[in-house]
């Protein structure tokens, strides 16, 4: 194992992205000093007891000679959070976040900060909340997206980058609207209609949900604040692929009505090909 890439890595919000966070750079040697700061005391003890990091608090100027931070908070504390590192940090700290918006976030950050931010997104999760879920193994695998914008510096992009690669991911770069385009699609979309489709569910139902359901509708056990405040984020995105599938289910209930069942097959192996594809992602 090489040199440390970090020599104080902040994290602010030690939830389960932040609580991976921490166990993955343990695990893996990436810092020589991690502090978590949040808001509930007996909560950060457990991860100071558990390895995930090493200092607990809630003072922000326990921040101040971070040479790195990662904001874990839910999307429309993110760019509060920022700028709070912003006014404690000292000039050139180089912070990144784990929001699943990006365009008000990178919007609400000024490029004249002292900071340097760097927009990110790790795609893993969990429907689990909460650091006792926290798993060093969350990232390996799985993709991050990287928003730089006019302001980021080449250098800055490459630390961010390293980072994510460090805990096992494959980082992926395009603009904070080209991801929220596209995220609206492949992870707000999915969990609105698990939640929509859990709502039907009858009393009398339960029983009989087998795997179908279960697998489909597993998301919709997320954080229902947390997921309030992404479609806030992405609202215009979200409008967008909604109407593409009340368009496409529409489309799948005439043929259904009209028993054009060749149609449908036709619409139901497109859909396989779709998913069977993922396989090989």
């Not at 509060?80 to 050139?92: K, M, P, Y």
């Not at 760097?118 to 969990?126: D, E, R, T």
């Not at 961010?160 to 707000?188: I, N, Y």
């Not at 489909?216 to 979200?238: C, H, V, Y």
């Amino acid at each position: 194992m090489g040199s440390p890439l970090i020599q104080h890595l902040g994290i602010v919000g030690v939830g389960l992205i932040g609580g991976s966070i921490g166990a993955a750079v343990r695990a893996r040697g990436l810092a020589v000093k991690v502090t978590g700061l949040g808001r509930n005391a007996a909560k950060l003890q457990g991860a100071i007891e558990s390895g995930i990091i090493d200092v607990a608090t809630d003072d922000w100027s326990r921040l101040a000679d971070c040479d790195f931070a990662v904001v874990a908070t839910p999307v429309d504390r993110i760019v509060e959070d920022v700028l709070a590192l912003n006014r404690h940090c000292h000039a050139g700290t180089i912070v990144t976040d784990a929001g699943s918006v990006k365009g008000s976030i990178c919007s609400g950050i000024s490029g004249d900060t002292a900071i340097r931010f760097v927009g990110s997104h790790p795609l893993a999760g969990s429907e689990k909340a909460g650091i006792a879920h926290s798993d060093a193994e969350l990232f390996q695998g799985r993709v991050c997206v990287v928003t730089p914008d006019s302001h980021t510096d080449a250098g800055d992009l490459a630390k961010v980058k390293s980072f994510w690669e460090g805990l096992g991911m494959r980082v992926l770069s395009m603009t904070p609207d080209e991801h929220d385009r596209r995220l609206a699609r492949t992870s707000h979309l999915p969990h609105l209609t698990a939640a929509a489709l859990s709502c039907l569910l009858e009393s009398a139902d339960r029983s009989l949900t087998s795997t179908g359901f279960r697998d489909t509708t597993r998301i919709a056990s997320g954080d229902p604040a947390l997921w309030r405040a992404i479609f806030e984020a992405n609202s215009a995105a979200m409008l967008t692929e909604t109407d593409r599938l009340i368009t496409l289910l529409a489309q799948w209930k005439e043929w259904i009505a009209q028993q054009d069942w060749q149609r449908l097959t036709a619409g139901l192996q497109a859909a396989k090909d779709a998913r069977d594809a993922l396989r090989d992602g």
